[in-house]
C-alpha cells in the first residue's frame, strides 16, 4: 500500500534535509568552541572560570529550550530541576566526613554513598526523569499562559521544600562541601552532547509532533497526535536535561543555597533562551553568548563606576533591569531571537527537492480498497441557542466525491467538525464502518481513515513544507523510513516540490492550500473531508485543484466530502449532493437534480429564480466519473 524508500531516486531522500540543518547547528558549536578557546587563551584562569560558566549555561538553556521551543510554552520551573540535580548530585559525591559535619540529620538512605561524579550523574538524571514525569503529568494538560504559571508554581513549591528540608539542604544556609569536579572538558563535552540531544529531539517524530502541535493543536490532533502527550514527553526530556545541568552547575560552584536556583537564574535563563532565539539549539548557545556577556558588563557597574568622565553611582539589581530590557528589545525588534530561524528547514530552495517527481504510484489501490462509507446520523449542535446543525444525516462513501453546499452559515464546517470529533454532538452520531466516530478520542479519527483540511489554513506554520507533511505521514503509524517517501510522493502529486523546503508561512496562498491537502492525503485516508479547499484560489488554481481531486479519489478509491461555496465547482466535481440551509439538509440528489431544485435555488438567491440565475449551470461539461451514483 505503501511504496518505499528504495522507489525514490537518491537525489530526492530528506535525508539531505537534516544534513542542511546540521551543517548550521555545526556552526553554532564551532562559534561556542571558538568563544571558549579565545576566552581560554586570552585571560588565562579568569577566561577558563568564565568558559566554564558559559558551557554549564548552555547546558541548562538548551534543556529549558528544548521542552520551550517544541512546545511554545515558556517555563519558569527549571530552576527546580536544576536545584533537584545539584543538591541529589552533591549528597551523593560530598566525603563522608564532612557530609557528617554538614549534614548530621541526613536520612540514612542518602548518607555515605561518596560516589564519583560519573556515577552520580545518572542517578540524577533518572531522578530528574521520575520528578518530571510526575510534575509533567499535570503541568502537560495545560497549554500557553497557564501552563507558564503553572510552572511558576512548580518553582516556588520546589523553593520552600528546598529551605524546608533543613536535614537534607541545610535550610538557607549555605549547602557546602561538594566536589568541584565541574572543569572545562566535562562542561564543554557536556554541552556538545546537550545540543546534539537536543537537535536530534528536535528532528525525531516526537520533537516534530511536538512543534506540528505548539503550531496547531486542533490542526495536529485532527492528524491523531495528542498535544498533551507531545507537552508530557517533552518536559520529561527536558527536566532530566535540566536535572544533570543543575548537578554540572553544583560542582562548578562547590557551595550554593536555594536562592541559587530561584527567580534571578531562572530570569537569567529565560532571557538567554528568549535572547537567541527558543525555536533552534543555536539560539541557546547564541543567546547565552550575548546574555553572559551583558550580565558580566552591566554587573561591573552596579557598585558604581567612572566611565568617561561620568560617575555612576551604586545601582544594585542594575543587572536585572538589562536582562529585561534585552528581553523587551529582543521581543519588539525581532520576536524570533537573534539566531531565529538560521538552524531550522533547509532554507529558501532546496534544489533536491525540485527534482521530486509527479504522478508517482498511488497510495490506496482502488481495487483493493474495501467499500467503506462515513454516515452522519441525526447529528445536532446547537451554539448558545442557534441550531448550526439540525437533524442531519447523510453518507459519504469511498471512491466518490460528495458534495456539500449552503450558504453562509448554513452549518457545513460545524458538521465537519462533529463527523471529526472536533465538536461534542448534542445528539446523533458519525459511523464509519460501524465504528462511532463521536465516541473515540479526537485523536483516534485519523487512524479510522478520515482526514480534513480546515476552512481558514490550519497548516503547522514554524515547520516546512516537507515536515507539515511529513508529520501526517509519521502520525499515521509509519516508521520514519517508511514516511519520508510517503511526504514526498504526496508534495510531487500536489505539485509542491519546489516549495517543499521552504516554511509554510512564507508559500503563496495556493501552495498552502495545496500543502494542506497533501498532509491530509499522507494519511492515506478513506475518507477525506475537505472545507472549503479553492477558497481564495484564482480560476486557473480552482480548475487545476479540481483535475487533482478528481484524478486523486479515481486513483484511490478515496471519498471526499467536498465542501465549498463555489457551486459551479462543486457541481463539477461531485457524483452527488447534499444541500444544508440554517443547519439542515434541504436536498440531496444528483448535480442535474440538485441544479433546478426551488428549494436549493431559493436557499441561495430567493424566491421565483432559475437554475441559471442561481449559477449552478456549470461552465464546463460535467464530469461523469465512473462510479455509480446509487446513493
Ligand atoms: P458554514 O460553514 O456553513 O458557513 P458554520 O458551521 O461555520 O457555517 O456556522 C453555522 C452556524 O453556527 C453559524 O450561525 C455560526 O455563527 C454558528 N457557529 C459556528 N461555530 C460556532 C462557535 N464555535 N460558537 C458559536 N457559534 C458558532
Ligand atoms: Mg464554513
Known amino acids: 500500500m505503501i511504496s518505499t524508500a528504495s522507489?525514490?531516486?537518491?537525489?530526492?531522500?530528506?535525508?539531505?534535509?537534516?544534513?542542511?540543518?546540521?551543517?548550521?547547528?555545526?556552526?553554532?558549536?564551532?562559534?561556542?568552541?571558538?568563544?571558549?578557546?579565545c576566552l581560554t587563551l586570552a585571560f588565562g584562569r579568569t577566561g577558563e572560570r568564565i568558559a566554564v560558566q558559559l558551557c554549564v549555561n548552555v547546558t541548562a538553556v538548551v534543556a529549558l529550550g528544548l521542552f520551550c521551543g517544541n512546545t511554545g510554552i515558556v517555563s519558569f520551573g527549571h530552576g527546580a530541576f536544576m536545584a533537584l540535580g545539584a543538591y541529589l548530585s552533591g549528597i551523593l559525591t560530598m566525603p563522608a566526613g564532612l557530609q557528617r559535619t554538614a549534614l548530621p540529620n541526613l536520612p540514612d538512605f542518602l548518607a555515605a554513598h561518596e560516589l564519583s561524579v560519573w556515577l552520580a550523574l545518572p542517578i540524577v538524571a533518572i531522578a530528574g526523569l521520575c520528578f518530571a514525569a510526575v510534575t509533567g503529568s499535570a503541568i502537560a494538560r495545560l497549554a500557553g499562559a497557564s501552563a507558564t504559571i503553572a510552572t511558576l508554581g512548580l518553582l516556588?513549591?520546589?523553593?520552600?521544600?528546598?529551605?524546608?528540608?533543613?536535614e537534607i539542604t541545610r535550610g538557607s544556609q549555605t549547602f557546602f562541601g561538594v566536589p568541584r569536579v565541574t572543569d572545562l572538558t566535562i562542561a564543554l563535552g557536556a554541552a556538545l552532547v546537550f545540543i546534539v540531544i537536543a537537535r536530534l529531539y528536535r528532528e525525531s517524530r516526537h520533537g516534530l509532533f511536538a512543534r506540528a502541535a505548539r503550531d496547531d493543536p486542533d490542526a495536529a490532533s485532527a492528524l491523531g497526535i495528542s498535544p498533551r502527550r507531545t507537552r508530557f514527553v517533552s518536559w520529561c526530556l527536558s527536566g532530566a536535561l535540566a536535572t544533570v545541568a543543575g548537578a554540572l552547575y553544583?560542582?562548578?560552584?562547590?557551595?550554593?543555597?536555594?536562592?541559587?536556583?530561584?527567580?534571578?537564574?531562572?530570569?537569567?535563563?529565560?532571557?538567554?533562551?528568549?535572547?537567541?532565539?527558543?525555536?533552534?539549539?543555536?539560539?541557546?548557545?547564541?543567546?547565552?553568548?550575548?546574555?553572559?556577556l551583558l550580565q558580566d558588563t552591566v554587573r561591573q557597574f552596579e557598585g558604581g563606576a567612572e566611565l568617561l568622565g561620568f560617575v555612576f553611582p551604586e545601582f544594585f539589581g542594575l543587572t536585572t533591569i538589562a536582562l529585561?530590557?534585552?528581553?523587551?528589545?529582543?521581543?519588539?525588534?525581532?520576536?524570533?531571537?537573534?539566531?531565529?530561524?538560521?538552524?531550522?528547514?533547509?532554507?529558501?530552495?532546496?534544489?533536491?527537492?525540485?527534482?521530486?517527481?509527479?504522478?508517482?504510484k498511488p497510495a490506496n489501490d482502488p481495487e483493493k480498497?474495501?467499500?467503506?462509507?462515513?454516515?452522519?446520523?441525526?447529528?445536532?449542535?446547537?451554539?448558545?441557542?442557534?441550531?448550526?446543525?439540525?437533524?442531519?444525516?447523510?453518507?459519504?462513501?469511498?471512491?466518490?466525491?460528495?458534495?456539500?453546499?449552503?450558504?453562509?452559515?448554513?452549518?457545513?464546517?460545524?458538521?465537519?467538525?462533529?463527523?471529526?470529533?472536533?465538536?461534542d454532538a448534542d445528539a446523533g452520531k458519525a459511523l464509519i464502518n460501524g465504528t462511532e466516530l463521536t465516541k473515540v478520542r479526537r485523536e483516534a479519527v485519523a487512524g479510522k481513515g478520515v482526514s480534513r483540511s480546515f476552512q481558514n489554513l490550519r497548516l503547522f506554520r514554524g515547520l516546512t513544507g516537507y515536515e507539515n507533511v511529513l508529520v501526517g505521514s509519521l502520525a499515521a503509524g509509519r516508521s520514519r523510513q517508511l514516511a519520508a517517501p510517503?511526504?514526498?510522493?504526496?508534495?510531487?502529486?500536489?505539485?509542491?516540490?519546489?516549495?517543499?523546503?521552504?516554511?509554510?508561512?512564507?508559500l503563496p496562498y495556493g501552495a498552502r492550500k495545496r500543502l494542506e491537502i497533501a498532509r491530509s492525503l499522507s494519511q492515506d485516508p478513506s475518507i477525506l473531508l475537505l472545507d472549503e479547499p479553492a477558497a481564495g484560489m484564482n480560476p486557473a488554481e480552482t480548475d487545476d485543484l479540481a483535475d487533482r481531486l478528481v484524478r486523486t479519489s479515481e486513483a484511490r478509491g478515496l471519498g471526499i466530502l467536498l465542501i465549498?461555496?463555489?457551486?459551479?465547482?462543486?457541481?463539477?466535481?461531485?457524483?452527488?449532493?447534499?444541500v444544508m440551509?440554517?443547519?439542515?439538509?434541504?436536498?440531496?440528489?444528483?448535480?442535474?437534480?440538485?441544479?433546478?431544485?426551488?428549494?436549493?435555488?431559493e436557499a441561495y438567491i430567493g424566491r421565483g429564480r432559475t437554475a441559471a440565475e442561481a449559477q449552478f449551470v456549470p461552465n464546463k461539461t460535467t464530469r461523469v466519473l465512473t462510479v455509480g451514483v446509487d446513493q
Open 156 to 166: 516556588i513549591i520546589t523553593h520552600g521544600i528546598a529551605v524546608g528540608a533543613r
Open 7 to 37: 522507489a525514490l531516486p537518491l537525489e530526492t531522500h530528506p535525508a539531505r534535509l537534516a544534513a542542511a540543518n546540521w551543517v548550521r547547528t555545526a556552526i553554532c558549536i564551532l562559534l561556542l568552541a571558538a568563544v571558549v578557546a
Open 486 to 506: 510517503v511526504a514526498i510522493r504526496e508534495l510531487g502529486d500536489l505539485d509542491l516540490g519546489e516549495v517543499a523546503g521552504k516554511t509554510a508561512d512564507a
Open 564 to 578: 465549498d461555496h463555489d457551486l459551479k465547482f462543486v457541481n463539477r466535481l461531485s457524483n452527488w449532493i447534499v
Open 581 to 601: 440551509n440554517r443547519g439542515e439538509v434541504i436536498a440531496q440528489g444528483l448535480p442535474e437534480d440538485i441544479r433546478t431544485n426551488p428549494s436549493v435555488i
Open 324 to 360: 529585561g530590557l534585552a528581553i523587551l528589545l529582543v521581543i519588539w525588534l525581532r520576536p524570533q531571537g537573534l539566531v531565529g530561524s538560521f538552524e531550522l528547514g533547509p532554507g529558501a530552495d532546496a534544489p533536491f527537492l525540485r527534482r521530486i517527481g509527479r504522478g508517482t
Open 250 to 292: 553544583g560542582h562548578m560552584l562547590g557551595a550554593f543555597s536555594p536562592a541559587s536556583f530561584y527567580l534571578s537564574l531562572v530570569f537569567a535563563h529565560v532571557a538567554m533562551m528568549i535572547v537567541g532565539g527558543m525555536a533552534s539549539v543555536g539560539g541557546a548557545v547564541a543567546g547565552v553568548m550575548v546574555v553572559t
Open 369 to 423: 480498497v474495501a467499500e467503506t462509507m462515513l454516515q452522519a446520523r441525526s447529528l445536532s449542535k446547537s451554539f448558545a441557542g442557534v441550531r448550526a446543525v439540525d437533524d442531519v444525516s447523510f453518507d459519504v462513501p469511498t471512491g466518490r466525491i460528495t458534495g456539500l453546499i449552503g450558504p453562509n452559515g448554513a452549518g457545513k464546517s460545524t458538521l465537519v467538525n462533529l463527523l471529526t470529533h472536533q465538536y
